[in-house]
């Protein structure tokens, strides 16, 4: 069965450091792998995604993540925080495998980026 | 103008009525969902939509049911509500490719409580 671990509930990291929010996952098949962002009162945002090619993508805002299929992670990072990505974040998994149209999100963490 | 839009976005009843919540979209999407979001668990799928004429249960869609009105519309109805279906609920759309590498877009969310 699919499943999305994000081991981290919060996140804290002062503004202009580099910041890493860890995804963890289990498909029986090849994934798509998806970023997504929630600001209050808002919907979820994409920010990036991982389908194949490149371990290394790059998506909206500066954030960027690493595909790496031994570890099976696929951790969110930036080069420097923003006090304005404060924000809670969702990894998401879709196994195409079985028709990859059921997407597992991970249960969320909330990354603080203090001034 | 929202490409996914919800109403309402906030509902306050109490246990056993009947509640409604609708979406539409402009995204011309074929692929429709409903979620909910607790805290710590992250997004549930309660029922999707692939067309108009398909429906199709998620993981938690007891106590729950859907009406797809038009590829536009998706709606989410709790015929009894009870306390433990106080959440905030989201809708979201994706293109209708099968092996689709697409992100989902969602609305703004719908926040009920059951008193």
């Known amino acids: 069965a699919q499943s999305v671990a994000q081991p981290e509930d919060q996140v804290n990291v002062a503004e202009g450091n580099p910041l890493t929010v860890k995804c963890t996952y289990s498909v029986s098949g090849n994934p798509y792998l998806f970023w997504y962002v929630q600001y209050p009162n808002r919907g979820l945002q994409f920010l990036l995604k991982y389908i194949t090619g490149d371990n290394l993508v790059k998506g909206s805002y500066g954030f960027e993540a690493e595909f790496n299929k031994s570890q099976t992670s696929f951790h969110l990072k930036k080069p420097s925080a923003l006090v304005s990505d404060s924000a809670l974040y969702f990894c998401a998994v879709r196994d195409i495998a079985t028709g990859g149209f059921k997407t597992i999100f991970g249960a969320g963490t909330r990354l603080f980026v203090k001034a | ?115």
């Open chain 2, 1 to 115: 103008d929202a490409d996914v839009t919800q109403t309402p976005r906030n509902r306050i009843t109490k246990t056993g009525k009947r509640i409604m919540l609708e979406c539409s979209q402009t995204k011309g999407h074929d692929r429709m969902y409903w979620y909910r979001q607790d805290p710590g668990l992250g997004l549930r799928l309660i029922y999707y939509s692939f067309d108009v004429k398909d429906i199709n249960k998620g993981e938690i869609s007891d106590g729950y049911s859907v009406s797809r009105q038009a590829q536009a519309k998706f709606s989410l109805s709790l015929e009894s509500a009870i306390p433990n279906q106080t959440a905030l609920y989201f809708c979201a759309t994706s293109p209708g490719d099968s092996n689709s590498n697409q992100p989902q877009h969602f609305g703004d969310g719908t926040r009920l409580s059951i008193l």
